[in-house]
């Protein structure tokens, strides 16, 4: 089992669209959760890090569901700037080493 | 806003010859990473390092590569002998806490071409 896996895409939405993605990881000791965001040749950028109640930033909601191993993001409202690969990324604590999953590519359409 | 920066953005060197990639961390933090993203795959990390040591490093940091932080700001990877297959982007990171709770911040990167 992949380390962190994750639907690779592509997500085709029109604008306006609620688009949500998911990410399971395999380490159950893992501690800090993220969602990065890559766009295409540049580095990743934190989106938003992803707390066990959940939360919320702005238009972006991120989930933990620690006994299923499971992350979610959902977007609400996309623009057409939010078209980017979306990186699941997970701490697996001991150390500061990331583990990223291959990423989930959203192209968000007028 | 302070932010991570690598140099060169390219490099394009021939197999077998020795590089040096550059990278400023955010000038108050502590620790330093090195990730290599091969073209179409996802993000690996090689090394941390922290207090002028390496803290852990992945199975494909191997004895061709180190890496120093030779004053007080820059970080560098250095590659002995590059392989074909050392093509790809590296991206430097750094962060401020050691509790692994606290942001990774990545510079743009290097584009590595070995011929």
């Known amino acids: 089992r992949k380390e962190v896996e994750q639907d690779p895409g592509p997500f085709n939405v029109p604008e306006g669209a609620t688009v949500a993605f998911n990410c399971t990881y395999s380490?159950?000791?893992?501690?800090?959760f993220f969602w990065y965001r890559q766009d295409c040749r540049k580095e990743p950028k934190l989106l938003m890090s992803?707390?066990?109640s959940g939360n919320e930033d702005g238009r972006f909601t991120a989930q933990l569901n620690r006994a299923s191993q499971y992350i979610s993001l959902l977007i609400r409202d996309s623009k057409l700037s939010d078209s980017a690969t979306y990186l699941c990324v997970v701490n697996a604590g001991g150390g500061n080493k990331l583990t990223f999953g291959t990423g989930t590519q959203l192209k968000v359409e007028l | 806003e302070p932010e991570v920066t690598q140099t060169p953005s390219h490099q394009v060197t021939q197999m077998g010859q020795e590089v040096i990639l550059r990278c400023v961390p955010i000038s108050n933090h502590l620790y330093f990473y090195w990730y290599r993203q091969i073209l179409g795959q996802k993000v690996e990390f090689l090394v941390s390092f922290y207090n002028n040591e390496i803290s852990e490093k992945s199975e494909i940091f191997d004895d061709q590569f180190s890496v120093e932080r030779p004053d007080g700001s820059n970080f560098t990877l250095k590659i002995r002998s590059t392989k074909l297959e050392d093509s790809a982007m590296y991206f430097c990171a750094s962060s401020g806490d050691r509790a692994g709770q606290e942001t990774q911040y990545f510079g743009p990167g290097t584009r590595l071409l070995v011929l």
């Open positions: 992803v707390y066990s």
């Open positions: 380490n159950s000791a893992s501690q800090s």
